[in-house]
T-cell receptor
Framework: KQEVTQIPAALSVPEGENLVLNCSFT??????LQWFRQDPGKGLTSLLLIQSSQREQTSGRLNASLDKSSGRSTLYIAASQPGDSATYLCAVRPVQGGSEKLVFGKGMKLTVNP | DVKVTQSSRYLVKRTGEKVFLECVQD?????MFWYRQDPGLGLRLIYF???????EKGDIPEGYSVSREKKERFSLILESASTNQTSMYLC??????????FGSGTRLTVV
């Protein structure tokens, strides 16, 4: 059964730092991996989607990489800002079962201090 | 941009009431999903639908049912609301084999 882990559960950093958020998954047979952001009391906002054939995706200050063989993805945030404070979740769509369901990590709460 | 709209941001209902949560997407996505999110438990899948009138149980379907009569609309029904169903409910949609788009969530309180 696919499991997704995000460690640490929380991170607090000063403004301006470059950050690496980690996501690991137990089964490398995935169709894609998606990173989301969630602000308190709100829904999830999709940040980046990486298909299994891709190694990375970029959007603005965000860069996500995927290493299927090692079961890892990282989300890199350049020059962090207080507005980046949120919970970040990663999710994978497993090949096993052939369904469209995602398996989510429990998220990492990021606080960027001014 | 794809939009997923949940009809209510906040709802307060009484124990035993029948509750309807509505979700509408505007991009002709095949798949739609209902999750609940609770502190410490993460996101848990209640039901999903991969086509009109088609549905599959997720991880925690007990106490819930769903309806998908039209492609754009997916309704979650709490047959008899209970206090342990107080939660944040999130709807999502996706085209086949692509990423998810979530709605803004409904915070349901059952008193």
């Amino acid at each position: 059964k696919q499991e997704v882990t995000q460690i640490p559960a929380a991170l607090s950093v000063p403004e301006g730092e470059n950050l690496v958020l980690n996501c690991s998954f137990t089964d490398s047979a995935i169709y894609n991996l998606q990173w989301f952001r969630q602000d308190p009391g709100k829904g999830l906002t999709s940040l980046l989607l990486i298909q299994s054939s891709q190694r990375e995706q970029t959007s603005g200050r965000l860069n996500a990489s995927l290493d299927k063989s090692s079961g890892r993805s990282t989300l890199y945030i350049a020059a962090s800002q207080p507005g980046d404070s949120a919970t970040y979740l990663c999710a994978v769509r497993p090949v096993q079962g052939g369904s469209e369901k995602l398996v989510f990590g429990k998220g990492m709460k990021l606080t960027v201090n001014p | 941009d794809v939009k997923v709209t949940q009809s209510s941001r906040y709802l307060v209902k009484r124990t035993g009431e029948k509750v309807f949560l509505e979700c509408v997407q505007d991009m002709d996505h095949e798949n739609m999903f209902w999750y609940r999110q609770d502190p410490g438990l993460g996101l848990r899948l209640i039901y999903f639908s991969y086509d009109v009138k088609m549905k599959e149980k997720g991880d925690i379907p007990e106490g819930y049912s769903v309806s998908r009569e039209k492609k754009e609309r997916f309704s979650l029904i709490l047959e008899s609301a209970s206090t342990n169903q107080t939660s944040m409910y999130l709807c999502a949609s996706s085209p086949y084999s692509r990423g998810y788009t979530f709605g803004s969530g409904t915070r349901l309180t059952v008193v």
